[in-house]
């Protein structure tokens, strides 16, 4: 016998062999050991999925079709990114000024003070920007978002909408979203130069670091792939937040108190969403 | 004409439509009575195509909208107009915009004549010099004037309500009541209400249906219902814990 053939053979004989040894109450043994709030629990997380990628699919879908919400998406990209800005701007100087301090104290001791510009920056265009300004609008505009649509769901405004024959999913999801998902990869921009701002003037008042060596550090080291890497996790970033605050509002159940649950729950959602899948798009594109 | 036939609608292990078949004339006024928890807001929430029943049709204008897609719903729906429970205004745009918003949305009109339907809307419901508010500055009362105009704006020709009288003081019941036949008087509009106000159901309705264990228990005009030996029926109107309909 080739040994191929007794691989396919032998392999899954003996797989079936433990199997049996297993045995079948074993494994009704085991199904009866997990907690019935695991199961609760899976069943719940199978859902709230669900329900995502159904509203993602329902949204892709009303983005084709007219008519087009111009003016709804004009308000939402005024509130989710006008608005947004000053907040931008001021998180983003001071973490490029701390992070400058914190930099300039590692590098100072190999005496590569020259290299702190550029590291200021790639941090910042790879990972701070678009990290902290996705949280940024997690807490100022997702949470605002699911406590506005889960209001309007617990008011009959949806129920309104429908039977006036306007598509909710339409006219209330796609300006949304749509708007978050384009302005974040700007707020981070804006994050990171303010940053970088806030960084020379530390480094260069503070520190005494020679504003030339910090300025020549950031244009030999820091890419324009370094700035698609940041601007793609920002994109993704956008369209993860805004389908997490719209579908937590848009399918409320519960009263007053259910918009107070899913609005924390929307808030908690994404921003872990944001950390992990910060991780799993680094390490891809590393 | 609405009809409706062998309507079933269960939620879980729920059953709270069992079989409801009725048909409402055109340009009358029908009105749904039922105890709290009867099932006569779900059954509004199947008319208006909300959601859907789990068997049975039910025809508005001749076609039955259990089966039409989204798209062809929405076509009918530019005929109905709903009055929700609390109004159900948009809370971020004004009195104004709220009347405004079916009509921008359903007719290409300048913004001269949508101004001028507006008006015309909040004239007949008194609040024309509210039009700038927003609904969270209004009473209960004035929010469901305000959604009775918005249902009004694009002249339906079917209007459901939602309870309309619920919660409010007997003058400003008896002014939605003045209301509601006025703005029925002025067209052949069908109305279809939903409420279990004795008094203001005897008034102004042409027909009484009564839903009772997920069926139509008794049905008749209101003349009927003073002078009916329906035991149920008697004990809706005299409001009375003795007698068939019992609560848990
Ligand atoms: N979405 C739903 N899911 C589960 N059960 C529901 C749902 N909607 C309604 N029900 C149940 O159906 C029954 C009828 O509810 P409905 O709201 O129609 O009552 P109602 O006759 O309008 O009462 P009220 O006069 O108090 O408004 C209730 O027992 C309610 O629990
Ligand atoms: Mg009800």
């Given at each position: 016998m080739s040994e191929r053939a007794f691989a396919t053979v032998y392999g899954p004989a003996c797989m079936y062999g433990s199997l049996s040894r297993i045995g079948l109450l074993n494994v009704l043994r085991f199904l009866g050991s997990i907690p019935l709030g695991t199961v609760e629990a899976l069943r719940f997380f199978v859902e709230e999925v669900g329900r995502m990628i159904v509203l993602l699919g329902l949204s892709a879908v009303w983005l084709l079709r007219p008519p087009f919400r111009g003016r709804e998406f004009v308000r939402q990209l005024d509130f989710a990114g006008a608005q947004s800005v000053l907040l931008i701007v001021l998180t983003g100087t001071f973490t490029g000024m701390v992070f400058t301090l914190q930099t300039y104290n590692g590098m100072h001791r190999y005496g590569a003070e020259a290299m702190v510009g550029a590291t200021v920056a790639l941090g910042l265009t790879r990972e701070l920007g678009p990290v902290l300004s996705a949280l940024m609008v997690v807490a100022r505009v997702g949470s605002a978002m699911t406590a506005e649509l889960g209001t309007m769901r617990n008011t009959q405004q949806i129920d309104a909408l429908t039977s006036m024959a306007v598509e909710p999913v339409q006219y209330l999801v796609v300006p949304r979203i749509f708007a978050v998902t384009l302005v974040l990869p700007l707020l981070a921009l804006i994050f990171s130069f303010t940053g970088m701002v806030g960084a020379y003037f530390i480094a260069?008042?503070?520190?005494?670091?020679?504003p030339a060596s910090f300025m020549s550090g950031i244009r030999n080291y820091l890419g324009p792939e370094d700035i698609t890497h940041g601007m793609i996790k920002a994109v993704v970033f956008g369209l993860m937040v805004s389908l997490v605050a719209c579908a937590k509002g848009y399918y409320v159940t519960g009263g007053a108190r259910g918009i107070g649950v899913a609005t924390t729950r929307s808030v908690v959602l994404s921003s872990v969403l944001v950390l992990v899948s910060d991780y799993v798009m680094t390490s891809l594109m590393f | 004409m609405i009809v409706l036939e062998d309507v079933h609608k269960t939620y879980g292990r729920q059953k709270v439509l069992d079989g409801i078949s009725f048909r409402i004339r055109e340009g009358s006024v029908t009105t749904v009575i039922g105890t709290s928890g009867s099932g006569k807001s779900v059954l509004l929430r199947q008319m208006i195509g909300l959601e859907k029943p789990d068997s049975g049709t039910i025809l508005i204008k001749g076609e039955n909208i259990v089966n039409l897609s989204s798209r062809e719903l929405n076509r009918i729906r530019r005929h109905i107009g709903v009055l929700f429970q609390e109004g159900a205004l948009f809370d971020s745009l004004t009195v104004k915009e709220n009347v405004a918003f079916p009509v921008r949305e359903h007719l290409k009109l300048t913004e001269k004549q949508v101004q001028e339907i507006v008006d015309v809307r909040l004239t007949q419901v008194g609040l024309r010099e509210h039009q700038d508010k927003l609904p969270a500055e209004l009473s209960g009362g004035m929010r469901k004037r305000v959604g009775l105009a918005r249902a009004l704006a694009l002249d339906p020709a079917i209007v459901f309500f939602d309870?309309?009288?619920?919660?409010?003081d007997p003058i400003t019941r008896d002014v939605i009541y003045r209301l509601i036949e006025k703005t029925h008087a002025e067209d052949s509009r069908t109305y279809v209400l939903v409420s279990h106000d004795v008094g203001g159901v005897l008034r102004i309705s042409d027909e009484v249906m009564m839903l009772r264990d997920g069926k139509i228990g008794w049905s008749g005009t209101p003349d009927e219902i003073r002078s009916t030996s329906d035991e149920a029926v008697r004990q809706f109107f005299t409001g009375s814990v003795n007698g068939p309909i019992r609560i848990e």
């Open positions: 260069s008042g503070w520190l005494g670091i020679d | 309870e309309p009288t619920t919660g409010l």
